[in-house]
């Protein structure tokens, strides 16, 4: 009986024991809500724990009453006692000894404790893009990231922004890779410029790019991975750099609504200056008559823009489900008349967790549309604003712009009215804008959905896939009356569709735990596949010759043939990869980091090779974890790294294809050069870097070294005549490009209490970019690549060896070895006579710097950026072609003055002193005349941004939570600008027709207001 009891005794306190084990899970996150991976949990009192997964989950089995401890280096420690809950979560706040406690997410969209971080990674939270909006999210990077820089589109709205990351490395693409939510993006766009006069199907027309049709409201974090070591587990899509978009989530709790909206008046800046004192000899279309007053007409061609920003988002959820809905739309009525864009974007994230949260689902769906009238182009084809600037003086601008056509009665029908005869380059501002019109329609599909499975506590693996497209849809209708070079007498009708696709699939196991208390240890192996079509177009043009049967009538069964109908095969590539990393933690103060990845691509058939392989090494050392520093001295870490990565060959070069236009069937243009094999381009890369917090963490030092060289560029130059291939061009690998420079990054927190807070932000970047060699060319000696053509214009744009990536060529006034000019000529016919090409200058800036202040005195708050780009040169041609013309403000003020001292020779060997204004600027100007007369420097520093706003707290008596109200402005004026024009504006987001200002449309001011309304 006694065993019996005493067995029972057994059971029962075994019983009771064991109901007291309990199950815990939670989510540890730092002080702004971003989850902490590797933070360790333990139970107070024994040796058993966890750690947190990358998205700061954890499990644990506990009994009630016992200790939890949670901790994490740099943060203070949390003991928190079990009770009934079985969900305990916990956010870390700063400890007063460390402040490098920040989580990114980086490569593959894993998120990493950022002391880790063998290389430079640079975050920009959500609401510093959303701040101060633009229609183009890219363009509100400006300035907040070292060694980053974002061309903003002359195309205005709409139009692709061009961002480079460390400089130029490349001679096909220097664009970095988007990723969102973990997927790898398709970023490609249908058209760019590249001309300088303007391709005569549509003009340097720009197509847009699927980046900046995003909503900046649907974003919570952009990280920027810099260099090699950072982005080589993306192979060769990460070559020129990486930005990993994270979108926003659902957060746990109540459900909470916001609307936002932003207004904006928007005025144009940095106009050239024209003379109105002298006008055009009858039926002329140059301005060099007798003296004559007539208005400044250019001012008033412009409309005051406006831009409208209106979005919705919904977002809740509970520890087992979230979900994120936004909507948003953007309208604006550009500067130029006519012109209007207007987007639509929708986007959809839900996340649910199943099986005792041991699986996570989480899906996202973005789809934006945009139509743009009229989208601005630059160049001299199709542009209005060659015929608002050039415009003969002392006719009624007004009349002829309002009334732009006249009716033809032997034709029955309306054609083009101009004072005189028009050119291909200069017509009716009016006709083109309602005559030439164009309409851009665009739409963009981004999905992703991921499911993960935590294995063990150290375990987990995640399958992800994603889709994203990109459609293009251009129409242009040119009336009968439109110049006869650009469309024939019955008119011309072009539409065009285009579509770009990517596929994405990856499989990644995610290690994470620790070899003992003094090692840790977290790696992730995987594989992924990547499908890819660039720009499968169909295009339907009646062409320059023939033309349409019936004048006007836009359709494609009213072409006279179809010889200019084309179907391109777009680029299809897939890329097959494997890839692994590992992190090995001493102590918490020691990193060791080592990645690689194998990529098999089918742009490599045909070659001697079709994988290749790119590792990188890295290591940090938190000093201030391992000596004792001065009391002064928060934190001190330093880190070194060494990757190569590569970037893929374009496809079909491997395997040229025909094409089919007009029913005549074409041969490739290029294809790979005999006795050769085509290979990746491969990067070299080395980073050094050192970060320090100092005074209680209130300033904080980031400085970043770097030396890049990118060999086996891709070449592309003209191939023997004759050949028995039957190429035009060759493509060949040959030559290196170099980058090194240093990064500076400086954090401070000026003032700090109760009610006033200033802080203040840094970025410097420096980068020196050479051409070191481009090897041999398919007809010998090639010192030099034109990615710009120029004659018969004197500008163009090319690769040169011993020169930086990108040196502006063009022609000067040609002199004596005493400095004086030679003209041709003489008496009154004396003209200037011009060099051959010459190197100019380079439109690469010598250094960049972002600095940024924010304010706040109790709930008013000041927001300021101030962003600088020094060094370099850029070209005017709108400059050159307004002197020539007679219209610009220095041909008045030459000719007021009785003409232009100059110190010259003519053909006789006279000496010549004086040149009348109009022999002298039509030799020197235009578009083909002394372009070196036209140079200037690019530096310039700018008010880029800023918001002056209070925060209204109505919770207690109103629906809202917050209401925040602000004056914001961008681009609102210039400290410092020696060009006539906005040398930060960009007429391709190619890597051509850079540096130079072609009738591209300026730059705007706008002032506005914000308003955010939380729910």
Do not use: C
């Amino acid at each position: 009986m006694k065993k019996i009891f005493l067995i029972f005794m057994i059971v029962f306190t075994a019983q009771v024991s064991l109901a007291q084990v309990k199950s815990v899970k939670g989510v540890i996150t730092d002080s702004e809500g971003m989850p902490l991976p590797g933070a360790s949990v333990l139970v107070q009192g024994s040796q058993k724990g966890t750690t947190t997964d990358f998205d700061g989950l954890y499990t644990i089995e506990v009994q009630k009453g016992q200790t939890l401890v949670f901790s994490y280096v740099g943060l203070g420690t949390q003991n928190i006692v079990v009770g009934d809950a079985a969900t305990i979560n916990v956010k870390m706040v700063q400890a007063a000894s460390n402040a490098l406690n920040e989580v990114v997410v980086t490569s593959l969209g894993l998120k990493r404790s950022k002391k880790t971080l063998t290389y430079a990674a640079q975050e920009v939270k959500g609401e510093e893009v959303t701040r101060v909006k633009d229609a183009n999210l890219m363009n509100s990077l400006s300035g907040k990231v070292a060694g980053l820089i974002v061309g903003k589109s002359s195309a205005g709205a709409g139009g692709a922004a061009k961002v480079t990351i460390r400089g130029n490395s490349s001679a096909t693409n220097n664009q970095p890779l988007y990723v969102i939510d973990g997927i790898p993006m398709l970023n490609s766009n249908s058209s760019q410029a590249n001309q300088v006069f303007g391709d005569t199907a549509g003009g340097n027309r720009d197509g847009g790019d699927a980046i900046s049709m995003m909503n900046p409201d649907d974003i919570e974090s952009m990280t920027v991975l810099k260099g090699a070591s950072a982005a080589a587990l993306y192979g060769s899509q990460g070559a020129n750099g990486v930005i990993v978009i994270t979108t926003k989530k659902g957060k746990e709790g109540n459900v909470t609504a916001s609307y936002n909206a932003s207004v904006f008046v928007d005025n144009v800046v940095s106009l050239p200056k024209f003379q109105t004192s002298y006008g055009a000899a009858p039926s002329s279309d140059k301005t060099w008559g007798d003296p004559k007053n007539s208005p400044d007409h250019v001012k008033d061609f412009y409309n005051t823009g406006l831009t409208m920003i209106n979005s919705v988002s919904v977002n809740g959820g509970s520890d087992k489900m979230s979900t994120s809905l936004t909507y948003a739309n953007t309208k604006v009525d550009g500067v130029i008349p006519t012109n209007e864009f207007k987007k639509n974007n929708i986007a959809l994230r839900q996340s649910v967790k199943l099986f005792n949260d041991k699986v996570t689902i989480d899906g996202a769906i973005s789809y934006a549309e945009q139509k743009i009238i009229n989208k601005p182009t630059n160049g001299l084809y199709f542009n209005p604003l060659t015929g608002v600037y050039l415009f003969p003086r002392g006719n009624d601008f007004n009349d002829y712009y309002k009334n732009f056509e006249v009716f033809d009665p032997t034709r029955n029908l309306m054609t083009q009215r101009w004072p005189s005869q028009t050119s291909d380059i200069i017509q009716n501002p009016g006709w083109i804008l309602n005559r030439n019109q164009s309409i851009d329609k665009n739409q963009s599909l981004i999905t992703s959905a991921a499911i993960t499975y935590k294995a063990t506590d150290w375990l987990s693996i995640k399958a992800r896939g994603g889709y994203n497209k990109f459609d293009n849809i251009f129409d242009k209708r040119m009336y009968a009356g439109t110049n006869e070079t650009l469309a024939p007498s019955t008119g011309r009708y072009i539409y065009s569709d285009s579509e770009s696709n990517q596929l994405y699939g990856d499989l990644i196991a995610t290690i994470n735990t620790k070899f003992s208390e003094d090692f840790s240890f977290s790696a992730n192996l995987g594989t992924s596949i990547t499908k890819s079509t660039i720009n499968d177009a169909y295009l339907s043009d009646s062409g320059q010759k023939n033309g349409l049967v019936y004048a006007n009538w836009f359709n494609t069964g009213n072409f006279v043939s179809a010889e200019r109908n084309a179907h391109t095969i777009g680029g299809k590539k897939e890329v097959q990869s494997l890839f692994a990393s590992a992190t090995i933690g001493y102590k918490d103060m020691l990193y060791l980091d080592v990645t690689g990845r194998n990529d098999w691509s089918s742009t490599l058939v045909n070659t001697d090779n079709l994988s290749f392989f790119y590792p990188s090494v890295g290591l940090s050392a938190v000093l201030s974890q391992m000596v004792s520093l001065p009391e002064a001295i928060s934190y001190a870490k330093v880190r070194a790294s060494f990757a190569q990565v590569g970037n893929d060959i374009s496809p079909f070069l491997t395997s040229p294809v025909n094409t089919l236009v007009g029913g005549i069937l074409t041969p490739p243009l290029v294809g790979p050069q005999p006795g050769t094999s085509l290979k990746p381009e491969m990067q070299n890369s080395y980073e050094f870097g050192t970060e320090w917090r100092f005074l209680n963490n209130r300033i904080g030092f980031d400085f970043t070294y770097y030396h890049n060289e990118t060999k086996n560029q891709l070449i592309t130059s003209p191939a023997p005549i004759p050949n028995t291939t039957g190429y035009t061009n060759y493509a060949f690998n040959a030559g290196s490009i170099e980058n090194k420079g240093f990064e500076i990054t400086v954090t401070a927190k000026a003032v700090q209490n109760d009610n006033f807070s200033w802080d203040l932000g840094l970025n410097y970047a420096s980068n020196k970019n050479t051409v070191l060699d481009l090897g041999t060319g398919a007809n010998g000696e090639l010192n030099t690549v034109i990615l710009t053509n120029g004659d018969p214009n004197s500008y163009r744009y090319v690769m040169k060896e011993g020169q930086p990536f990108g040196t502006i060529q063009g022609k000067n006034i040609l002199r004596n070895a005493q400095g004086q000019m030679l003209l041709a000529g003489s008496g009154n016919d004396v003209r200037v006579q011009k060099t051959d090409w010459v190197d100019m200058g380079s439109s690469n800036p010598d250094f960049m710097l972002g600095f940024s202040n924010s304010f706040k005195y109790k709930k008013v708050f000041l927001n300021v950026l101030i962003d600088g780009r020094f060094g370099g040169n850029v070209m005017s041609m709108t400059e050159a072609m307004l002197d020539s013309y007679g219209v610009s403000k220095a041909s008045g003020d030459a000719r007021a003055a009785g003409g232009v001292k100059v110190d010259a020779i003519d053909a006789n060997g006279a000496a010549v002193t004086t040149m009348s204004a109009q022999n002298y600027y039509s030799s020197v100007g235009d578009r083909a005349g002394a372009t070196g007369e036209y140079m200037y420097k690019a530096t310039n520093v700018k008010l880029g941004e800023l918001s002056l706003g209070y925060t209204f707290d109505f919770s207690k008596t109103t629906i809202f939570k917050a209401v925040n109200v602000s004056l914001v402005g961008k681009n609102l004026f210039f400290f410092y600008k020696d060009a006539p024009f906005d040398p930060n504006v960009t007429l391709s987001s190619g890597e051509g027709l850079q540096g130079v200002d072609i009738f591209g449309l300026p730059s705007t001011r706008s002032i506005g207001v914000n308003l955010n309304l939380t729910f």
